[in-house]
């Protein structure tokens, strides 16, 4: 079993949808969530951690499930600007600071 | 301030060669990590320094080494190139006291490396 496993993608929506990106990851020991953003050909960018409260910026939403060991990321109102590859990241060992990449979901936004 | 650079941008080498990649952490870091991404693939992690020791290492084999210098900067060596080298090598960097809650890593452009 990978240790990050994201949806295949690639999605394609149109201007103003609503799309919800899940994960799961293997290792139970996992500290840290977040989610990454990378335009093609770039580097990835950290788009927002995730906490097992939850939390929102703006038109995105993260969901953080440890008894699953599920995580979400929610985007609203969809941009054509918001087309990118998502990446869905844990941290990889209990004292280190590792970072374990899932494979990606492409996101393509149209007008 | 200046954020993580890495050179060169783009390397051709043929299968056998070795190689070396530099990257500069953003000021005031002091962890460094390497990243292979392959096409279409997710990042996968080489091998972290921290206070220029090896501080972690990912599934890659001997012939991928590194260093990390004084100044924070660091270097990944890759000999007897094979084919399936041919990725980004990404490096990231982090802050001092960076807990496991945040850990949040800044990606410097990425070195696109090609073994033919």
């Known amino acids: 079993r990978k240790e990050v496993e994201q949806d295949p993608g690639p999605f394609n929506v149109p201007e103003g949808a609503t799309v919800a990106f899940n994960c799961t990851y293997s290792?139970?020991?996992?500290?840290?969530f977040f989610w990454y953003r990378q335009d093609c050909r770039k580097e990835p960018k950290l788009l927002m951690s995730?906490?097992?409260s939850g939390n929102e910026d703006g038109r995105f939403t993260a969901q953080l499930n440890r008894a699953s060991q599920y995580i979400s990321l929610l985007i609203r109102d969809s941009k054509l600007s918001d087309s990118a590859t998502y990446l869905c990241v844990v941290n990889g060992w209990q004292a280190g600071t590792a970072l374990i990449f899932g494979k990606g979901t492409t996101l393509s936004v149209s007008s | 301030e200046t954020g993580v650079t890495q050179s060169p941008t783009h390397l051709i080498k043929t299968r056998g060669q070795q190689v070396t990649l530099r990257c500069s952490s953003q000021?005031?870091?002091?962890?460094v990590s390497w990243y292979q991404q392959a096409l279409g693939q997710g990042p996968q992690f080489i091998f972290q320094?921290?206070?220029?020791?090896?501080?972690g290492r990912g599934n890659f084999p001997p012939r991928f080494s590194g260093l990390q210098f004084p100044n924070y900067s660091s270097e990944l060596n890759v000999n007897a190139l094979e084919l399936d080298d041919s990725a980004l090598y990404l490096c990231a960097s982090s802050p001092p006291g960076t807990p496991p809650q945040t850990n949040e890593q800044f990606f410097g452009p990425g070195t696109r490396l090609t073994v033919l």
């Open positions: 995730v906490y097992s």
């Open positions: 290792n139970s020991a996992s500290q840290s």
């Open positions: 000021s005031g870091h002091n962890t």
């Open positions: 320094y921290y206070r220029e020791e090896e501080n």
